[in-house]
């Protein structure tokens, strides 16, 4: 067999300025295959890595990012528009146009309140979304208040993460908004490690376990805290 460019970028074997694994690449991929969208909704372009895949298998691709060196980027992708603004002021724009999408990643600011918001817009404009970083709490939570009172369908680690250098991350969540939660497949054995992952991370990394969240607050000017006496003494 051989390699072609395009199967050792799929691979994680040639760069392509994905920002994730090789299996969420790898299942990013697999699920574009079997969807087939026509049109494509993105939330975080960054170096283009994720949007390249949509621009291959979607006719339309909108992407939003609020980094204006995207742009350069963007347009050697021809069938992908990218809005250079904040998520928040891209859902009006694209409300205002009467919009739908069959796919959304959500993938932009990694805080709880923007990552519920940016879910509402998913729940609200497309078929089907695909949430990264799934496994990091604060991204979980955001996906959990989104969803709060709602009978959706989400799938929290269709894709797991795993615990990182710098705490948990990765991973994709899968929402469809048109489905309610029994509509999972009966078959389910598996007992999700993030919970357990998550004590090992907050020993190991617990500011990043719960930035943006009391704790992680706390923690953080504990340690400033302790940092300053600690110099002060050297
Ligand atoms: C993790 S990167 C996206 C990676 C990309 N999806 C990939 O896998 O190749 C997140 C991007 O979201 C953008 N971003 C962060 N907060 C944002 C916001 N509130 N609105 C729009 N873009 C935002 C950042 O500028 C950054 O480029």
Redesign the pocket.
Same mark, same amino acid.
């Given at each position: 067999m051989i390699l072609t460019d395009e199967t050792k970028r799929a691979l994680a074997l040639a760069p392509d300025?994905? @920002?994730?694994t090789a299996a969420e690449k790898a299942a990013l991929i697999g699920v574009l295959h079997q969807l087939r969208p026509e049109r494509v909704l993105?939330?975080?372009?960054?170096?283009?890595?994720?949007?390249r895949w949509f621009s291959e298998f979607a006719r339309e691709v909108v992407s939003?990012? @609020?980094?204006p060196a995207?742009a350069d980027r963007a347009r050697a992708l021809p069938n992908v528009r990218l809005l250079t603004?904040?998520?928040?002021e891209?859902a009006g724009v694209l409300r205002r146009e009467g919009r739908r999408f069959d796919f959304m @990643?959500v993938?932009?600011?990694?805080s709880r309140a923007?990552v519920c918001a940016d879910v509402a817009v998913g729940l609200e404009l497309a078929d089907v979304v695909l949430c990264?970083?799934s496994y990091n709490p604060v991204v979980r939570a955001g996906i959990r208040q989104a969803l709060a009172g709602r009978d959706v369908y989400c799938d929290l680690d269709f894709v797991p993460g795993c615990l990182q250098s710098n705490g948990l991350w990765g991973g994709f969540a899968l929402i469809l908004p048109a489905l309610d939660r029994t509509a999972r497949y009966n078959y389910d054995p598996r007992v999700s490690a993030q919970p357990w992952l998550r004590c090992v991370a907050l020993v190991r990394n617990p500011a990043a376990t719960y930035v943006d969240t009391g704790w992680g607050r706390l923690i953080a000017r504990a340690r400033g805290w302790w940092k300053k006496r600690t110099a002060r003494r050297e």
């Open positions: 300025d994905c @920002l994730m993105e939330f975080g372009f960054r170096f283009g890595g994720s949007c939003v990012d @609020l980094d995207c603004m904040r998520t928040t891209a @990643l993938d932009a600011d990694h923007s990264h970083d």
